[in-house]
Each structure stands twice: as structure tokens, then as C-alpha cells.
């Protein structure tokens, strides 16, 4: 059961860091030009469904594999690293999973026309969903570096 939650573990991770790369960089380079986003919001719309559908449940099972697997271990004689790993990795899946929900909502009423109570532009909205993927990318591969290489 154990290699089962490990190959999920490292199945999810690719999933939830290849996607946000790909798709941050995209919403990036779209975000650009204000004239241009209005027409790619079907694409912007597939964006957010993609990692509302795809990415955040692959983060709930990274998150679930990684607590049995941590379970598995002695916690007296575990290592920093994977102390690090186990607390570090739980408080970025849960802030990602939390704060890319929220703009993802945010996003599809602002590209459906529903007011939001604090209104902004389609492209700031953008650029902070996907300033979050990014940043959700980069603390996510601090984690593996720490792991991979055990450092600490």
C-alpha cells in the first residue's frame, strides 16, 4: 500500500507542478495586452476549469498520500527533512488549494459579468491567479529540493 500512495504522491506532484508552470506562464503572457484577454476568455475559462477540476484534487491526494506515508514513520527518529517536507508541503498545499479556489471563483463571475463586491479589471484578476500558480510552482519545488537532496 505503501509504493501505491508513493506513486500517487509523486503522480500529483508532477500534475500539480507541470500544470501550474504551463498554465501561470500562459495566463502571463496573455495577461499582456487587455485587448487581447477579452477574446481569450474561453481559453481563460478552460484554464480555471483545468485546475479547478484537475490540479486541486491532484493536490488533496498529494496531501492524503503524504499524511499515510508519514504515518508509516517512527516520529521520534524522523528526519528534519522530512519534518520540513511533511509541514512545509501541508501549509502550501492547503494555502494553494484555499487561495486559488477563491480567485478561480473570482475569475469565472468577472468573465461571466457578475459585480464583484471588490471589483477589478479582468487583467488584474489574471495576473493574481496566476502570480498564484506561480508562486504555488516555486514553494512547491523548494520542498522537493529539500527532500531530494535532504538538506537541513
Do not use: C
Not at 23 to 40: C, M
Not at 57 to 70: A, D, E, F, N, T
Amino acid at each position: 500500500m505503501y509504493y501505491l500512495s508513493y506513486m500517487l504522491h509523486i503522480a500529483g506532484i508532477a500534475i500539480w507542478l507541470g500544470s501550474f508552470l504551463a498554465l501561470g506562464y500562459l495566463l502571463k503572457s496573455l495577461v499582456k495586452d487587455e485587448r487581447k484577454l477579452a477574446d481569450f476568455a474561453p481559453v481563460i475559462k478552460r484554464i480555471q476549469k483545468w485546475v479547478m477540476m484537475g490540479v486541486l484534487p491532484s493536490l488533496v491526494l498529494i496531501l492524503l498520500s503524504g499524511v499515510y506515508m508519514i504515518l508509516q514513520f517512527s516520529r521520534d527518529s524522523m528526519p528534519l527533512y522530512l519534518t520540513i517536507m511533511e509541514q512545509g508541503g501541508t501549509i502550501i498545499i492547503l494555502l494553494t488549494i484555499i487561495l486559488v479556489s477563491m480567485y478561480s471563483v473570482r475569475l469565472t463571475k468577472k468573465l461571466q459579468g457578475i459585480p464583484l463586491k471588490k471589483e477589478k479589471t479582468l487583467v488584474e484578476l489574471t495576473n493574481v491567479y496566476s502570480n498564484f500558480l506561480l508562486v504555488s510552482t516555486l514553494l512547491g519545488i523548494g520542498i522537493i529540493i529539500v527532500v531530494g537532496l535532504r538538506l537541513v
